[in-house]
């Protein structure tokens, strides 16, 4: 069977946050180091194509929510020579507030998301706080309102949308959580998203706090390993070792974009 074209893959981060152990693991020592979360939008192209994963937030979110906004994620994007007015494919990995904002900036595209997000993002358990704190009520119906237009493509599990490229339901931070596999230069490359915020989520089997299902969560960390030849090349949603760990696309870019097509640094 001939390999499908390699895709070049990219993390461009947009915005950062101090955190401290307990917000990011489950059951963390109170006194264990405290540490950053960085915020990201990836992007995939080759031969023409160009596939944007995920929207983030924008200036007034990052106010809302006392992140440090470093640019917006559309800023980002034209860096790499993408143009989010005209972009015409947006995978949406889950409608998290930092996943999902910025709508109206892509006027043109088709949103993938999976049946399980909508549903769950507009559903019972959004009536408490607990589940209902990372999602923005405004970006939902914004989304709602880009089905009502016709402009998005719900997916019910794993689906192929190009060559080289799927998307694979795993849940657990939320009930309609997606990856993202693409066949690379390097082998077989996962954007993890949220289904591992950082590294160490998955390698030492600590979960995240904010999660729909525990035990979803714990499985997915399984699912993604299967979805790879080397796990190194299962790339964390939210993991400031990903800037360290890669090159900057170009010398322009160090500090604001990575190529993930790539072996990692040790």
Known sequence: MTE???WEVFAIRYATVARNAAENFIGADAHEAAMHMDYFVW???????AW????GFNAAAAQRRRRTLLRSPVEGLRLLGVDAAAAENVIITHLHYDHAGNFDLFPKARFHLQDREMAYATGRYMRWPFFSGAYDAGEVAAMVH???AGRVEFHDGDAALAPGLSVHHVGGHTKGLQV???WTRVGWLVLASDASHYAANMNE????PIVADVTEMVDGWQRLRTLVDDPRHIIPGHDPLVMQKYAAASPELEGIAVRLDAEPAP
């Not at 992007?43 to 194509?49: D, F, K, P, T, Y």
């Not at 089997?205 to 995240?208: S, W």
Request: net charge positive; charged share 15%; aromatic share 8%.
């Open 205 to 208: 089997g600590r979960p995240f």
């Open 52 to 55: 944007v994963i995920d929207t």
């Open 43 to 49: 992007l995939a192209r080759n031969a023409g194509q």
């Open 180 to 182: 993202v596999r693409l």
């Open 4 to 6: 499908p074209t390699p």
């Open 146 to 148: 880009n089905v009502f």
